[in-house]
């Protein structure tokens, strides 16, 4: 990376911020260190950022861990309190680095939630998870709801929340698996897990041939429970409760607990709650 000045990023530079990361410093002393060596404050921070990345990438692979990928994202690097959908002005309501979460306002209107439930309660069946022993479905007791998927297009709500959503995080439309409407009644629930494919099951190559691993979930309220239902991440113990309208996106760069992306849908206590679910791959779904 060269700057205006010409100040380039050398292999030195970056073993040299690794060892003093290895050495206990923390991130502010060793950037004032290169700021009083005259590099650029933007040069400086880029440095280190790609370093301490690639050196924790390494390491984590050394420790057996899946390499990591590209992931979604959305840009939220200025904090900004509203991003562009497109066809719609969305709100930032939270925002989480590790695990990487998003919280969204106003990401569907009410048209489009009752919408979507009005088309989705004909083909309402048991829900069913990804077997992954076999790569096919199964009936899993962790999950007690309905519900349905909308082929990737298949009409004109379904492909309009899909280029935004595309918009939102900064990922094609095609790598995308179809919209999930899940019906959840009182006592329904989906308990704590992961929704990547684990590297390890004897079903998962079979799986990835339609689109490589999940790296991104985006979960979007419908209908509104009157108690209970929000997505829960229990190992950093937040709850995002189910407002109609808005959603919750989430990322995982690796397979692997690590990414601290374990959630679930808490047991609805009373009324129902309809939510959309839209599962990100890595490469086109097919």
């Known amino acids: 990376m060269t700057t205006k000045t010409q100040q380039q990023i050398t292999p030195e530079l970056r073993r040299w911020i690794v060892e003093q990361a290895q050495a206990g410093h923390s991130a502010e002393s060793v950037l004032q260190s290169m700021l009083a060596s005259g590099w650029q404050e933007e040069v400086a921070i880029e440095a280190m950022e790609t370093s301490l990345r690639s050196h924790l990438e390494a390491k984590a692979v050394a420790e057996g861990l899946p390499p990591s990928v590209p992931v979604p994202d959305p840009r939220l690097d200025d904090s900004p309190l509203y991003v562009d959908g497109g066809d719609r002005r969305v709100h930032i309501l939270q925002n989480m680095y590790n695990p990487r979460v998003v919280v969204f306002g106003n990401l569907l209107s009410d048209q489009e939630c009752d919408e979507l439930i009005a088309l989705a309660k004909p083909r309402l069946a048991r829900s069913l998870t990804v077997a992954t022993k076999t790569g096919g479905e199964e009936i899993n007791d962790d999950r007690t709801s309905s519900g349905m998927f909308f082929q990737r297009g298949e009409n004109d709500i379904v492909r309009r929340i899909e280029a935004r959503i595309a918009r939102l995080v900064n990922w094609p439309e095609e790598n995308g698996e179809g919209l999930q409407v899940l019906h959840y009644r009182p006592g329904a629930e989906y308990k704590p897990h992961y929704d990547y494919f684990d590297p390890k099951e004897p079903g998962t190559p079979t799986i990835l041939k339609r689109g490589g691993q999940r790296v991104a979930t985006l979960v979007m309220y419908l209908g509104e429970p009157e108690k209970g239902g929000g997505t829960t991440f229990p190992d950093v113990h937040l709850e995002v409760f189910p407002k109609r309208g808005h959603g919750v996106f989430f990322?995982?760069?690796?397979?692997?607990?690590?990414?601290?992306?374990?959630?679930?849908g808490a047991p609805v206590l009373a009324g129902e709650k309809w939510i959309a679910t839209k599962w990100l791959r890595e490469r086109r779904f097919e």
């Open 251 to 264: 990322s995982y760069e690796r397979p692997h607990p690590s990414t601290r992306t374990l959630h679930g």
